[in-house]
């Protein structure tokens, strides 16, 4: 019997620009995406039997065909033909519809693990243009680099190197739903993108780039995110935005004392996710 055990690392974006709505219900954007070790875990068994299981035993999010790696692993075996089926189990560490990609990694993950355990031998271009139709954020995941992410986010270039940092994590739990985010944007038709610097020297210099328009729907609506950015700056952060569309907020830090205390001091609040992690 063939397994693999895999982590699905989360995302944080250091920057979010909508540029406009496009007639197939995406936006064009342009993002930066930086993977942190706050890991989902995931086990694949390959079995004879044609079945496809997926449990994650998570409030929220979908056993079987519902969960996005649920359709991730019918893909691969439809591709393989060779009969097999897999029971795949997902513990969730990353919170859910947090702005931190969690779905979309452990599609990512799902891919790549099918690929070694059914033998494909697909190339990681080949991987990302399949994770594209499950979600437009997987195939970053697969590109793993720290990336600017243009298009619906299928477009990756590598960054230049950033200089490693630690993440505090705060979500405050209030329901943000994505699609309300982005329809209730307003764009304006000439959107001006900020240059991007061609280096970075340090924490503060990552922390630059930080822009997230969706704030603009979110921040009005839901007080606490702008709440948590403020103490996060308060509480020693070199920069601090809501990633995605929310509603986690992060903390960049270059010192592994001043994050953890900012984490205690911010996770008074009970009910609130928290967690210290390092970029990857
Ligand atoms: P993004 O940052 O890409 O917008 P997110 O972190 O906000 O994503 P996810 O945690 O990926 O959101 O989940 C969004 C929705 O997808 C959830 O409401 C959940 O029901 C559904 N879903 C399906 N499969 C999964 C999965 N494996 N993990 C998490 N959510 C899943």
């Given at each position: 019997?063939k397994?693999?055990?895999l ?8 920057l ?11 936006h064009?954007?342009?993002m930066?995406m ?7 875990e ?15 035993g ?9 969960n ?66 499950l ?17 619906i986010?299928?477009?990756?270039r ?34 001006k ?57 992060f903390?960049?830090?270059s010192?592994?004392?001043?994050a953890?205390?900012a ?14 992690v390092?970029?990857?």
């Amino acid at each position: 019997m063939k397994h693999l055990s895999l982590q699905a690392p989360a995302k944080v974006n250091y920057l979010l620009d909508v540029i406009r709505r496009r007639t197939d219900g995406y936006h064009d954007l342009r993002m930066i995406m930086q993977r942190v070790n706050l890991c989902d875990e995931i086990s694949i068994i390959l079995q004879d039997k044609p079945d496809l299981n997926v449990t994650c035993g998570r409030q929220g999010v979908p056993d079987g065909p519902g969960n996005i790696a649920w359709k991730a692993a019918r893909t691969m075996l439809d591709l393989a033909e060779t009969g097999k089926g897999a029971a795949i189990s997902i513990t969730k560490k990353i919170p859910v519809a947090a702005g931190l990609g969690g779905g979309s990694s452990d599609a990512a993950s799902v891919l790549m693990g099918m690929n070694e355990l059914l033998g494909l031998h697909l190339s990681d271009e080949q991987l990302m243009q399949i994770g594209v139709k499950l979600g437009a954020d997987v195939p970053f995941f697969i590109f793993k680099n720290t990336a600017l992410a243009e298009g619906i986010g299928e477009q990756l270039r590598t960054m230049p190197t950033m200089p490693p940092a630690w993440v505090v994590l705060i979500n405050p739990g209030v329901h943000v739903s994505t699609a309300w985010v982005y329809r209730s944007l307003q764009l304006t038709n000439e959107k001006k993108l900020a240059k991007l610097p061609k280096f970075f020297d340090d924490v503060n210099s990552v922390c630059g780039i930080f822009s997230n328009d969706l704030e603009e729907v979110t921040i009005p609506a839901f007080p606490v995110i702008g709440e948590i950015k403020n103490k996060m700056l308060e509480l020693g952060a070199s920069g601090a935005m809501m990633s995605g569309s929310g509603p986690t907020v992060f903390g960049l830090f270059s010192d592994k004392d001043k994050a953890e205390k900012a984490q205690q001091a911010l996770s008074d609040n009970s009910g609130w996710f928290s967690a210290v992690v390092e970029t990857l």
